[in-house]
Every structure is written in C-alpha cells, then in structure tokens.
C-alpha cells in the first residue's frame, strides 16, 4: 500500500523548508536509513533519511521549491509489487507545497489514522505517552494486534519503523482506552503567537503607505531571519529581562595572550580575547552554579556542565554553537572548537545539536568597535553577556591617574530564573577570571 513521505521537522523550531535536493529518483528501490534528500530548515541543510525500505513511487514536491511546511507530502513510497500507476501526478516544479485535496492515494482508515499520518520523526515516545512510528509501521502493528508503546524504535530519532515491528513478538491489542499519564492530563499553555506567525508590528500595508512616494527596495524574508524575528520578538515580550554593568581590565590578559601565542606559534595556535571570554564565564558559571540554569516553562533546570553559546554572524542572520563541557577544557581546544563551528556556522553546515542547548550565551561586538550594548535573551537561557570593545582608558589606582585596556561588559539576565544579588556574583566572578588569567589554568 502506497505510503507517503512527509516533509520532515528536524529542527525544534522548523516549521517549513526547502527541498533543496532529491537523492533518489522514481523507481529508486530504497532501504531504512538511505539518504533520500537535502533539506534546508531555518538553519541548516541536512540529510533525510529513509525511515522503511521500498519503492519511490512519485516525488510530488520537486527539488527547489522553498516554503514546504512540516509534514506536507514530498513523495510516495511503493511496497514490493504495487505500481505507481495508482499514485496521483507529481507537482510541477515550484509548485506550492501539497493540499490535503492533491494528496496521493492513502491507506484506508481503518489501517491508517488520519491525525497519525501528519506527526513528524521524533523519538518513540515523548513526556505525554505518545508514540510515534512510521505509516507502515502501525498498519503491520494494527493488523498483528501489537501495541507500539511497548516496542524501541531504531529509526532516525528514535521512531519506530517497519522492522521494528516485524521483531515484536505479536500480543494483546492495544486497549482502546489508554491510562493519561499524568504529565500528560494537565493543562498545557497555550503556545506563543509568535512562534508560528509572522513577526509582528506594523502591516505591510501600512508601512507601504508611509513610505509612498519614496524610492525602496523589498527584501523578503527567509527562513532563518523569520525565525529569528520571532523567537527573538517573543523573547523580548516573555522574558522579564534586568541589565548589570561592569568593567574589566584587561592589561594582564592582554599580555598573558601574548606570551601564550608566543609559546603557542609553532603548533598554529593562536588565541583570541574572546577565548579568553568563553573560558571565564565558563568557569564563573561553576563558580556561581545557581546562575547556571535555564527556564523551563513552569520549573528552573541547573546544569551541572558548562555549556556556553557563543553568536557567530553570518550572511543574513546569526547562529549559537554552543561549545559544550567548555570549563573542562584548555583555551587551546576552545579556540579551535570555535573556529571549527564558526566556520561551518557560515556555510550552514552545523548539525541542530551543535546550535541548540545551553544555559549561557556570549555576544562579542567588541571588533566591529561597539563599546557596550544590550543583547537579548535566547531562550532557554537564562542569561546573556554582551561583550565590547577593549578600550585605552584613563583610571584611578592608588590616587594616580592610569591608562588602562578596559573592556565594558552587559549582564542580560531571565529575572525568573537569576535574581539581582546572584547576578551580580556571576558578572563579579567573570570579571575576576578576566583579570587573573593565569588562575584560569589551575
């Protein structure tokens, strides 16, 4: 029976995306786990995988066509002796993503639940009880009497595929009227408005008419700067953010770096102030550990690592690779884990785990010369440092007047998770670190 292949969410915050290319043509005889497109979501290209072996029997969405929302069909499987003859017509390329009405031949109902068909990959069984497998999988468990709860899935992320099923040994039906889990019975909050409309403001419309007259030039937006605009949109509304300022001197770092580099020239090694940065407040972050927590709805999260975001700038937006476990490692390895995600941040090919995560982010301005600023709060996390410019500063030290590199530095802090007095110790124990390097190697 005809199974069809939805756009797949692999990203949390994917909610559509570009098939950027097809791997497998029709006719193609495929197995779970063969590659069977490039996909580009808000932040990346990634590889879809096959979840069931088969038949590729139409592809309806063709290569290049952008905006395709999660779960749309983008092809058809065939089983072993069906013909695709059965199969509604491919869409023409740069052809709208599929309706409901334009949707290839189905399982029966019976076989086939309707609201199951539109659940994307994910692991086979989430907080609230649900299990997610493919298609195929729950018609041979339908018709076998088994129930998917009780079965691992092997498929990408965890779902439940054909195989599986066929290696479950056959028992009761599953009861028609399962126990809720508990988690599960309580009220959910309803999700942000921003986080699946458009970034909000003032309409096209009225904007268009305001500038009437003058000469423009329209930019839409795509994927990555409309997530941006609203995750950042909604944190800006949510989050109750509070600012703390300070200063650190940065004369014996400076010169610390350069003995390091000196020592460091013959194996390529070179150290930037803002490896410096990441491993201070890495370390702060276990000096402080209460400060090292995240939001998480209706709780607070403490993390026991360090596990530190750092935004990287790239054409048309931004992205967080967060450098993981950072307080446990040398500032040689830190700085070129950074490189190493920089790198590929920019060429798009950061895989969701190296971008997703974390409890604390560092914006780094300082080389465009921004003095000091405010960053905004990426959630989960549960505070941000906005880092400026190392300037030559006139100081008081012991009644004298003194130059100094000073490094001006902003707290952005989630008041729900980190209050005043704790944030304070946080900015005052990175400081320190900044100040005293060379205690960063004890």
């Not at 949707?103 to 086979?124: F, V």
């Not at 007047?401 to 005052?428: F, K, P």
Request: hydrophobic share 45%; net charge negative; aromatic share 4%.
């Amino acid at each position: 029976m005809a199974t069809e292949i939805l756009m797949p969410a692999l990203s949390p915050t994917m909610e559509e995306g570009t098939l950027a290319k097809w791997l497998v043509k029709e006719g193609d005889t495929v197995k779970s786990g063969d590659i069977l497109a490039e996909i580009e979501t808000d932040k990346a290209t990634m590889e879809f995988e096959a979840v069931d072996e088969g038949t590729v029997g139409k592809i309806l969405i063709a290569e290049g066509t952008q905006g395709v929302k999660v779960n749309t069909p983008i092809a058809v499987m065939l089983e072993e002796g069906e013909d695709a003859s059965s199969v509604a017509a491919p869409k023409a390329a740069g052809a709208a993503p599929a309706k409901a009405e334009d949707a290839p031949a189905k399982a029966p109902q019976s076989a086939q639940p309707t609201a199951e068909q539109a659940k994307p990959a994910a692991p086979a069984h989430d907080k609230s009880g649900r299990v997610f497998a493919s298609p195929l999988a729950r018609r041979i468990a339908a018709e076998r009497g088994i129930d998917l709860s009780g079965i691992t899935g092997t498929g990408p992320r965890g779902r439940i595929v054909k195989a599986d099923v066929e290696a479950a040994r056959p028992g009761a039906a599953k009861p028609a009227a399962a126990a809720v889990p508990a988690e599960a019975a309580a009220p959910k909050a309803a999700a942000p408005a921003a986080a699946a409309a458009a970034p909000q403001g003032m309409s096209y419309e009225t904007v268009k008419k305001l500038l009437e007259g003058r000469e423009t030039e329209e930019v839409a937006l795509d994927g990555m700067r409309r997530t941006i605009a609203a995750r950042l949109g909604e944190a800006k509304q949510t989050i109750p953010h509070f600012y703390l300022r300070r200063s650190a001197k940065l004369d014996a770092l400076m010169e610390f770096r350069g003995t390091l580099n000196k020592q460091l020239e013959g194996r390529g090694v070179k150290l930037s102030v803002n490896d410096f940065v990441i491993k201070a407040c890495a370390l702060a972050l276990q000096q402080v550990p209460d400060a090292n927590a995240v939001w998480a709805g209706d709780r607070i999260i403490k993390l026991k690592p360090s596990d530190v975001a750092v935004a990287v700038a790239i054409e048309g937006g931004l992205f967080t690779p967060v450098l993981k476990d950072a307080d446990k490692k040398t500032l040689s390895a830190l700085s070129a884990e950074m490189k190493d995600l920089a790198n590929r941040a920019k060429t798009k090919k950061l895989a969701p785990h190296e971008y997703q995560g974390g409890s604390f982010a560092i914006s780094n301005l300082g080389m465009f010369g921004i003095e000091n600023f405010d960053a905004v709060i990426n959630p989960p996390h549960g505070a941000i440092l906005a880092v400026g410019a190392g300037i030559q500063t006139p100081v008081v030290e012991n009644g004298e007047i003194v130059i100094r590199n000073v490094m001006s530095m902003t707290l952005s802090v989630d008041h729900r998770v980190i209050d005043g007095a704790l944030g304070a110790q946080l900015l005052a124990a990175i400081v320190e670190n900044l100040e005293n390097p060379v205690g960063m190697l004890a």
